[in-house]
């Protein structure tokens, strides 16, 4: 269907949403690769407290970059797939619920992970709440999904 004053489409919105997808998955593999700068960055220009003082703040920060962009290309993998099923039209599906599970699971685990380092530097427990805020969402969203492929199940049998 196309929005008559944007001609903005349904299939052109899927598009943007899977080149952004991809686009963030090239972000986080050079992620990977820059994450030791980012973090020597990062303990050059902090100049917040926590309650473990260490003089080699990139090392941790490194690990921690590390272990978040692990859950975030899991997450965007998933999101990817999820994109994929929707294209094909297979929105109500098991699949799909698993995709929101892993996704929520991993926002949930960086959430963790900024939590334990915040013991570090106290400016990741903002990342921190976000994370766990944002992985409380996507719980009951796919809660919510999860309802609604149960419904469909039901409707399908009845028919």
Partial sequence: MVNELTGWSEMKSLKLSRF????????????????HLIAEWFSIISVGKGLINTERLDIVVT????IC??????A???????????AKNEVFIDE????????SWCIVFAGITFSVFS??????????????????????LK?????AVELKSE?????
């Avoid at 690990?63 to 590390?66: A, H, K, S």
């Avoid at 799909?96 to 996704?103: D, E, F, K, P």
């Avoid at 903002?126 to 409380?136: E, P, V, W, Y």
Wanted: a positive charge.
């Fill in 20 to 35: 952004l997808v991809a686009g963030l998955f090239f972000l986080l593999i050079v992620l990977l690769f820059t994450a």
């Fill in 63 to 66: 690990v921690m970059i590390y």
């Fill in 69 to 74: 962009d692990v859950f975030a290309i899991t």
């Fill in 76 to 86: 965007v993998l998933k999101l990817n797939k999820l994109l994929s099923n929707i």
């Fill in 96 to 103: 799909n619920t698993r995709c929101l599970r892993i996704i």
């Fill in 119 to 140: 013991l570090w530097r106290y400016e990741f427990l903002f990342a921190a709440f976000f994370a766990l805020f944002l992985g409380l969402v996507m719980r009951v």
């Fill in 143 to 147: 809660n919510v999904f999860e309802k």
């Fill in 155 to 159: 409707n399908d049998f009845t028919i």
